[in-house]
């Protein structure tokens, strides 16, 4: 530890102090680098500096913009940087175009308009086309990119296969079913004051042999509106009957679904049945 009084070395090996470098100590040129900044192309590294002194690039002084341009190839080469070969190409360009503006120009022709071309000219436009191509770069890297600002999402869907069991049939919905027909054939039927002979053995019987073993029929098509309304109570009668004897099986797809009749399968569950019922 050191008092306040005590300054600290600048360097502490091994718990002993350095307060001088060693005599064979060798720092090779390369150990030391400084990272300047970036420019893509020639053309980044020229339309840096028309920026930077704000000059117009309609009307560039060549000298200045070339004096610097060599003179930031030269940092370069001192700190070793490998220069690709279309900066000395750009840098040959600017000493030309320098060269040409310091000639003297002829006089133009007696009664002649022709006057020789600028020789910016040529960079002036390749710079303009350089900088719209810069700025729509630049206004593509601000939007999100996928990867970098944009991650795409996955939902790995479950595959339920469950199957909903249809739900029982109650005494109520039968009666349900029934009382919609009797409203319905009420408002088509006619008060006839006549004798039916009509007998709940017999519905019975007739159902069976209409029902054959693996055939289902709804419960409309089991009754004749031509009976009327006792048709429909010998027919209710006659299914209660069937279904207390366990002679018949009452069975519906959904709930207030259509009712289907059947006759039960030797081993099979009503609930089973509504899968190979006609739509």
Not at 3 to 14: K, M, N, Q, Y
Not at 168 to 176: N, Q, T, W
Not at 236 to 246: C, N, T
Request: charged content about 25%; aromatic content about 6%; hydrophobic content about 45%.
């Amino acid at each position: 530890m050191y008092g306040l009084d005590e300054t600290p070395p600048p360097a502490v090996v091994r718990g002993e102090p350095w307060t001088a470098l060693p005599d064979d100590l060798y720092i090779p040129p390369a150990a030391l680098q400084l990272v300047l900044e970036s420019f893509s192309g020639p053309f980044d590294l020229l339309w840096y500096l028309i920026r930077r002194h704000n000059i117009d690039i309609l009307d560039i002084p060549i000298a200045q913009v070339t004096r610097q341009y060599l003179a930031y190839i030269d940092l370069m080469r001192e700190f070793r940087v490998e220069i690709a070969a279309e900066y000395l190409l750009m840098a040959a360009m600017l000493a030309d175009i320098k060269s040409r503006m310091l000639l003297p120009r002829p006089p133009p022709a007696e009664g002649g308009t022709e006057t020789e071309e600028d020789p910016r000219a040529e960079l002036v436009r390749r710079l303009r086309a350089y900088e719209v191509v810069r700025r729509a770069a630049l206004a593509l890297d601000e939007r999100p990119r996928l990867e970098r600002d944009l991650w795409p999402g996955t939902v790995a869907v479950p595959d339920d296969a469950r199957r909903r069991p249809p739900p029982p049939v109650a005494l109520s919905a039968l009666v349900a079913a029934m009382a919609a027909l009797l409203a319905e054939n009420r408002l088509r039927a006619h008060h006839r004051v006549r004798r039916e002979p009509l007998s709940v053995r017999a519905r019975m019987s007739q159902l069976l042999e209409r029902l054959a073993p693996g055939a289902t029929h709804r419960l409309e098509e089991l009754v004749d509106p031509a009976e009327g309304r006792p048709g429909l109570i010998v027919t209710l009668l006659a299914i209660l009957e069937l279904v207390h004897e366990g002679a018949l099986d009452v069975v519906q797809r959904e709930l207030y679904g259509p009712v289907y009749l059947c006759l039960p399968s030797p081993g099979a569950h009503p609930e089973t049945l509504p899968e190979s019922l006609p739509a």
